[in-house]
């Protein structure tokens, strides 16, 4: 006679909520505290109800993003009541414990042992071979076809306005062999899009004198213009090559060496330059770069060799001391570079920041006149270069597919090679196959367009 099976018990696993605030840099901070937590036995919990605790991954750049950042974790104290406050704005502490002094824990940015840990002890991890399961590739907070891949923290500029080298410190490379090794894993497990961030990915081994590490039997150094070529040669399951587009990219020398990896298809011919301004004195008193005229030759040179190249840039409007005529210099520059999208922000004082002593502050309503023309002029710049797209045949990726209309239609979201997720356009399909998924990447015939978006449809097999 047979023993009886004894059925085993399975402990549940407690639930971790996730509020991540901020930048994409952030977002992979969240993504790795919670793959972290997943493989120490913890669930996830979509909403404050089920949770066991709450992570908030708060942001300080800004004061206002300090205040929303203040707002989230009152709000999940009021929904949940066991909260563990992480990230940028984890420095203010006791800012923090003075206005909610019921959160369990404070941690700093990229503080992924502390967070854990506070996670432990608040709500100690069930254990087990059968909850201690992580998908490969670690979990993501972003769409399956698309993966921010950070390969440096901190940063070592001064800027006069940005307080990030005393909330993160200076630049860290991770090790080259690391990067290519988590990007080789993201793309086997179904990415489609790489998006290269960091505080300044132009300085990446700076630190670490560009160190070379072995990978796949060769020598790699520590890089930008390496480890972008690098990145070229993975392959998806489909044997096809990722897009690899680089973010937050300061304009050295050395960015010249890595337009033509976009003429040969190894990079996504997109760059990410935070010029900031281009008046020489507002570049001065914000401590940036001001060789503005060279970077026009230089733009028009990247331009040559890639003519597809698609250039985003962010500029501050009401800088201290800002003029009348560097805000004009700025708008005729604009006119010149013809940069493809372009965001802009009001200077706003962060606490910590030299800018705030700097004289002759701009009046809010010379802040906002200011940001209301130059928002006028870069949409009037975009909505003509989108114009000259239409009739053209692009290859798209695709981020959301619709569900039928009442005449069986279904219509679909996706991004051209020019578009990075959640900062540029869409461009919007009609008429798609009902096979068609997020993540494909198809070729479709640009139909419209207006100041931001394109219109069109797949190209007929």
């Not at 919990?45 to 908030?56: K, N």
């Not at 974790?73 to 420095?91: D, L, S």
């Not at 002759?360 to 928002?375: A, D, G, L, T």
Request: hydrophobic content about 40%; some cysteine.
């Amino acid at each position: 006679m047979r023993a009886p099976i004894m059925a085993t018990k399975i402990e549940a696993a407690p639930k971790v909520g996730m509020v991540s605030l901020g930048c994409p840099k952030a977002l992979v901070d969240s993504e790795r505290i919670l793959t972290k937590l997943r493989a120490d036995g913890y669930a996830m919990s979509p909403d404050y109800e089920g949770a066991d605790v709450v992570l908030v991954n708060t942001c300080g750049f800004l004061d206002s993003a300090k205040e929303e950042s203040l707002e989230a974790i009152g709000e999940a104290i009021a929904e949940n009541g066991r909260v563990i406050v992480t990230g940028c704005m984890g420095n203010e502490a006791e800012l923090i414990r003075a206005r909610f002094p019921e959160v369990l824990a404070v941690t700093g940015a990229h503080q992924y042992e502390d967070v854990v840990a506070a996670v432990h002890q608040a709500a100690p991890p069930a254990r087990g071979a059968f909850i201690d399961l992580v998908p490969e590739g670690g979990l993501k907070l972003t769409p399956r076809h698309y993966s921010y891949l950070k390969i440096s923290e901190g940063c070592n500029h001064s800027c006069a306005f940005c307080i990030i080298p005393s909330l993160r410190g200076k630049l860290a490379s991770r090790r080259v062999d690391a990067v290519l090794r988590e990007a080789e894993k993201l793309v086997s497990a179904g990415t489609k899009e790489l998006l290269v961030i960091s505080q300044d990915t132009s300085a990446y081994g700076v630190d670490t004198r560009h160190e070379a590490r072995e990978w796949k039997g060769r020598q790699v150094r520590a890089h930008m213009t390496d480890l972008a070529r690098e990145l070229g040669q993975l392959r998806t399951s489909e044997g096809k090559a990722p897009w690899v587009r680089l973010h937050y990219v300061y304009p050295y020398p050395h960015v010249d060496d890595v337009i033509p990896l976009m003429a040969e298809g190894l990079l996504t011919p997109y760059l990410d330059i935070p010029f900031q301004h281009a008046a020489p004195s507002v570049l001065k008193s914000m401590k940036r770069p001001a060789n503005e005229a060279k970077v026009l030759e230089r733009i028009r040179n990247w331009r040559s060799v890639a003519p597809d190249i698609a250039i985003r840039s962010s500029f501050v409007v009401g800088f201290p001391g800002e003029t009348e005529a560097d805000f004009q210099y700025l708008l005729d520059w604009l006119d010149e570079a013809q940069l493809d999208r372009v965001g802009a922000f009001r200077f706003e004082p962060v606490e910590g920041a030299a800018a705030n002593a700097l004289p002759n502050p701009v009046p809010e309503e010379v802040k906002e006149e200011r940001y209301q023309r130059i928002m006028e002029k870069t949409a009037a710049i975009s909505a003509a270069k989108l114009a000259a797209k239409v009739g053209r045949v692009l290859p798209v990726i695709i981020d959301e597919v619709g569900e039928p209309d009442e005449d069986g239609s279904i219509g679909a979201t996706a991004r051209s090679q020019a578009d990075a997720p959640e900062i540029d356009g869409n461009v919007f399909l009609r008429d798609v196959p009902a096979h068609l998924q997020s993540g494909d990447i198809v070729e479709v015939t640009i139909e419209d367009a207006d100041e931001h978006d394109l219109f069109g449809a797949l190209v007929a097999n």
